[in-house]
């Protein structure tokens, strides 16, 4: 299995552009998760899907987040208008763990944002 | 609500010394816990868990956990600390009914020749 992916890589755009974010987890896996790496705040939980249903979005900072799974194949974090405050690495993980939280989950490579 | 401590930013060991990363949490009812490592412009990457059964958990890499639950703490150590172990360490707890993990800050590791 190549493991979760994620596209792109790195992201840069200006303050006011719209992005969006990749994600296809690991073919089987039931639970997907969008996590944002920032020096300042760590790594934080933004969503997670179960059966490509919408969790907990709690951790999604404002309206301008959005996050779908379409299908259990595929994912997107959406930000709407970005600012400059959204530069961080955003990851996308998954897990077989559905309502057990046991699994131990696997990450992609991380999404780079940068806003200008 | 749960959550976990990493009181150390840094920790700093020579190649061949035994190394410690602490980690303490806190959970309502018994705990599911990791520990997983990032290397530089890379993705965590999974390296044990403990969820029920023996105190002591062995991992990828060589390296082991012990739960103690009077502590509340999940240590990771490792015998024999390689260069290449050097990167940045999590400890994550997440409670039975829960599905989410609560990641700490994170402890850098660095190892010496």
């Known amino acids: 299995d190549a493991g979760v992916i994620q596209s792109p890589r790195h992201e840069v755009t200006e303050m006011g552009q719209e992005v969006t974010l990749r994600c296809k987890p690991i073919?089987?896996?039931?639970?997907l998760f969008w996590y944002r790496q920032t020096m300042m705040r760590g790594l934080e939980l933004l969503i997670y899907?179960?059966?490509?249903?919408?969790?907990?979005d709690s951790g999604m900072p404002e309206d301008r987040f959005s996050a779908k799974m379409p299908n259990a194949s595929f994912s997107t974090l959406k930000i709407q208008p970005s600012e400059p405050r959204d530069s961080a690495v955003y990851f996308c993980?998954?897990?077989?763990?559905?309502?057990?939280?046991?699994?131990?989950?696997?990450f992609g490579p991380g999404t780079r944002l940068t806003v200008t | 609500a749960q959550s976990v401590a990493q009181p150390e930013d840094q920790v700093n060991v020579a190649e061949g010394n035994p190394l410690t990363v602490k980690c303490t949490y806190s959970?309502?009812?018994?705990?599911?816990l990791f520990w997983y490592v990032q290397y530089p412009n890379r993705g965590l990457q999974f390296l044990l868990k403990?969820?029920?059964?023996?105190?002591l958990v062995k991992g990828s890499y060589g390296f082991e956990a012990e739960f103690n639950k009077s502590q509340t703490s999940f240590h990771l150590k490792k015998p024999s600390a390689l260069v290449s172990d050097s990167a940045l360490y999590f400890c994550?707890?997440?409670?039975?009914?829960?599905?989410?993990?609560?990641f700490g800050k994170g402890t850098s590791l660095l190892v010496t020749p």
């Open positions: 993980a998954s897990s077989l763990g559905g309502s057990d939280s046991s699994y131990e989950q696997y």
């Open positions: 073919s089987g896996h039931n639970s």
């Open positions: 959970v309502s009812g018994n705990p599911y």
């Open positions: 403990y969820i029920t059964g023996d105190n």
């Open positions: 899907f179960n059966n490509n249903v919408p969790i907990d």
């Open positions: 994550a707890v997440s409670a039975l009914s829960g599905y989410a993990l609560n």
